[in-house]
């Protein structure tokens, strides 16, 4: 059986090249942001289109993500890359999240990544859902 086509990652300003590459190296098509059709407007503006496309939106934008969480934002999915890691840091954790999302999408559908964010900290890696769930993996489990 062939591979489920992978959605296209939008990074926002805030990620570093190091990070795209990452996504790129799981198979993810990459458009920045700055040089998209949304070159001109706030996340708070485009997220809607990125749903209708089944795009999903890497951002370091701590404000928004929060927000998104918050309100309950329908959204097709947010890696969260943090605007703290270098740019070594930020190319291991894309690949590493961007490997999550596409064995999600892989086994469940290419819609399964909808209204999910993801990201890393200190204790290991956490899917919000804007349903309320919330699933963790520590990174003594994914070793």
């Not at 990652?9 to 805030?14: A, F, K, P, T, W």
């Not at 999903?56 to 928004?64: E, H, P, W």
């Amino acid at each position: 059986m062939p591979k489920r086509p992978l959605p296209r990652i939008y990074c926002d300003v805030h990620i570093k090249p190091g990070a795209i590459e990452g996504f790129r190296k799981q198979q993810f098509k990459c458009v920045r942001i700055p040089e998209s059709k949304y070159r001109d407007l706030d996340e708070h503006d485009f997220y809607p289109h990125l749903y209708a496309e089944n795009a999903l939106l890497a951002t370091g934008d701590l404000n928004f993500v929060e927000s998104a969480l918050k309100n309950n934002y329908r959204h097709a999915g947010i890696i969260v890359i943090e605007p703290e890691w270098d740019n070594e840091e930020a190319a291991d954790y894309a690949e590493l999240l961007a490997t999550f999302v596409a064995v999600y999408i892989e086994d469940e559908g290419k819609h399964a990544w909808r209204r999910r964010i993801i990201y890393a900290h200190n204790d290991g890696i956490t899917v919000d859902h804007n349903t309320g769930d919330e699933q963790f993996y520590s990174w003594q489990s994914l070793q």
